[in-house]
Each structure stands twice: as structure tokens, then as C-alpha cells.
């Protein structure tokens, strides 16, 4: 049975939150001179001599609006990488406690948990890329805090099936961490809806990918409000800055034109898929839910080597686990899929001649 007291750590239990002075009082005002600000401004942009807003509220409220859950199940992190550090600051005791990861994955699970001294298991995904929940079950234990699941998968590229995250959530008693950074190019149904079954539940979704604002490190995390306010307790007080909100809530208004991209990525990526699953010298193009593809190649390295000296920077992924000889290659504007693929016919040709010429 889930028990989320049990899983908190002693010492964030007993923490006292630092107090800003945005946290003292409600409402608004007229004169602020209460945080030791600039009151004459910046050189720069007059208004952002005053800090942001620590609890994020219009941008929250605006999130809300887009994504159906309430704002009081809204986390904002730093990135995602913010909420991913925060759940093993918040929940993993150092030298102590486990987490489950499912590689071929996110990267920064496992950095995070090596920073945070926490043990990392690991349940590869099966040759499909799916969950080996046997392999899952067998790794648990009284210390297993966090599970990670990547879904769209990064770097395979595939959802994960929805019945075998839904077994998962009903038997494992920590918490289980969707990451739906590339939800938007999938058809797949978002988990953000299921966290009124789910008190074990926290999604991440981020304004990196489908918004097209990695520049502006804004990730999100949905869960239940007793979560959410585990997470608030530990952030750093005025953790996303007023330029982020401002740009943030700006996008928001334009979820149409989103949408627009969005189809438009996703039909450059079937397209570039069905070019590469002709080309000599490839040999496999996996099915993707996300805005890239994972591409195997006869000689992976050589592959990416060329492709650089071309000025063509592709993810050569040939060393992960079950990527074995596979490049990852983000979709790129209709221009840049052009060049990548003349390359790739370039790089194949001047091989085919060179084993002609021995």
C-alpha cells in the first residue's frame, strides 16, 4: 500500500522551508520594500528588478488551462532536471536508499542519482523496448523509492505500453516517475489525467521539446498535492525567474501555432523515416513517438565521423545498451533533413567507390 509519509526523508520532513518575503503576506501592493531590491531598476529591462513570483501562480494558472490539472498539481522546475534532483533530494536518503531505472533511457536519472549517493538497478528494456516487469519485481525492495519510466522512450523513440506502466503503478509501492518530455509528438494519451487514480504518480512533461523553448530550462511535474508540496518545501525559493514566466505565459496563448509545429514535425519525421528505410547501408529505422529517430546503420561511428565533418551533429548512440549500431537524429527543418540525408548518400557513395577501387 502506498504510504507517501514513509517514503519522505526524515531530515525534509523536519525541514523548515526558506521564507521570502513573497512568502509573507497575500495579495498585491503598491510599494514593495520588503526584499532588498534595486528600487531604482535595471539598465537593462526596468521591471525585472523585483524577483519573481516564488509560487509561479499566473503561469501555473496558465498551465492548468492547457493541460486540465489543477494548478495545485503543478511542480515548475529549473528544467527537468530540476524536478528529476528534487525527487531524490526529497524522497532518496544517501547511501541508503535504491531506485529502478529501465535502460536504454534519460542519462540524467542515473547522474542524478550518483550525485545524490543513491543506488542505481537496473531492469533493461526487453528487444521490443518495453518493460521487463518480471526483471522490475525481482529489483524491488523496502528501499526502493523512485522508478523511472521514459515514455516516449529516450532514445528508442517508442511508448511504452500504457497496461504495463498501469501494472506497475497498482504494485509497486514508491513512487513511479513518468517522463512525457516528448508526449506531444505521440498518440499516446498523457498520464496527467490518471493522477486522482494514482497517489504514487508524478508525470514530467517540458516546454523544451514541443513548446520549442529549451532555451528557457522550464520543466513540469504533475502529482498529487501532497507531493507537490514535498517538492515546494525543497526548491530553491524563486527557482524560475520573471523573464522564463513572462516568455512561458506568452507561449502558452499561442497553443494553436504549437499544434501547427507539431504536425509539421511529426510529418517530417514519417517522411525522413521512409527515405532512410531506403537507403543502402541502414539497417533498421525504429518506429517513433517522439521528434527524433533512432536509426541503425552499418557503421555507426564512420557514420557519425562523416556526418560531422560535413557540419552535421546526429547523437551516435551505437554504445547504449540495446542501441547497438544505432545513430539518434533529431528532425530537423525541411533544409536541414535535405542536407542530412545528401550526406548520408554522399558518405555512402564514397565508400561503395572506395571498396571498388581495393
Not at 533530494?89 to 543513491?118: L, Q
Not at 564512420?302 to 560531422?308: C, G
Amino acid at each position: 500500500m502506498f504510504e507517501l509519509e514513509k517514503l519522505i526523508r526524515e531530515n525534509i520532513k523536519k525541514l523548515v522551508p526558506y521564507s521570502s518575503a513573497r512568502d509573507e503576506f497575500t495579495g498585491q501592493a503598491n510599494v514593495y520594500l520588503d526584499a532588498n531590491e534595486n528600487s531604482l531598476g535595471s539598465p537593462l529591462v526596468k521591471w525585472y528588478n523585483r524577483y519573481p513570483d516564488p509560487h509561479q501562480t499566473q503561469l501555473k494558472d496558465a498551465i492548468s488551462r492547457v493541460k486540465g490539472a489543477p494548478a495545485e498539481r503543478i511542480f515548475l522546475g529549473n528544467g527537468s532536471d530540476e524536478c528529476i534532483d528534487l525527487l531524490y533530494r526529497s524522497f532518496c536518503n544517501p547511501g541508503k536508499d535504491n531506485v529502478i531505472i529501465c535502460p536504454p533511457t534519460y542519462g540524467m536519472y542515473e547522474v542524478s542519482a550518483n550525485i545524490n549517493d543513491v543506488e542505481i538497478r537496473r531492469a533493461p528494456l526487453l528487444d521490443n523496448f518495453q518493460l521487463d516487469l518480471v526483471h522490475i519485481e525481482t529489483l524491488v525492495d523496502a528501499n526502493t523509492k523512485l522508478l523511472w519510466i521514459c515514455s516516449p522512450n529516450n532514445p528508442t523513440g517508442n511508448s511504452i505500453e500504457r497496461e504495463d506502466i498501469e501494472m506497475v503503478l497498482n504494485n509497486f509501492n514508491g513512487i513511479v516517475v513518468i517522463d512525457e518530455a516528448y508526449i506531444n509528438f505521440s498518440r499516446q494519451k498523457s498520464f496527467v489525467q490518471e493522477l486522482a487514480d494514482y497517489p504514487n504518480l508524478v508525470v514530467m512533461q517540458t516546454f523544451s521539446k514541443a513548446w520549442g523553448l529549451a532555451g528557457l530550462r522550464l520543466g513540469m511535474a504533475f502529482a498529487s498535492p501532497e507531493i507537490i508540496n514535498v517538492l515546494n518545501k525543497v526548491k530553491p525559493p524563486y527557482n524560475i525567474n520573471q523573464a522564463t514566466q513572462d516568455l512561458a505565459m506568452k507561449a502558452l496563448e499561442e497553443v494553436g501555432q504549437v499544434n501547427d509545429m507539431i504536425k509539421e514535425l511529426v510529418q517530417m519525421r514519417d517522411a525522413l523515416a521512409e527515405v532512410f528505410q531506403k537507403l543502402p547501408g541502414v539497417q533498421a529505422v525504429y518506429p517513433s513517438d517522439a521528434n527524433f529517430l533512432l536509426v541503425k546503420v552499418d557503421e555507426p561511428k564512420e557514420m557519425y565521423t562523416y556526418l560531422l565533418g560535413k557540419g552535421i551533429v546526429v547523437r551516435d548512440r551505437s554504445n547504449v545498451i540495446l542501441c547497438e549500431g544505432c545513430l539518434r537524429i533529431t528532425i530537423g527543418t525541411e533544409q536541414e533533413n535535405t542536407v542530412l540525408v545528401d550526406a548520408f548518400i554522399d558518405a555512402i557513395t564514397e565508400k561503395q567507390v572506395s571498396l571498388n577501387q581495393n
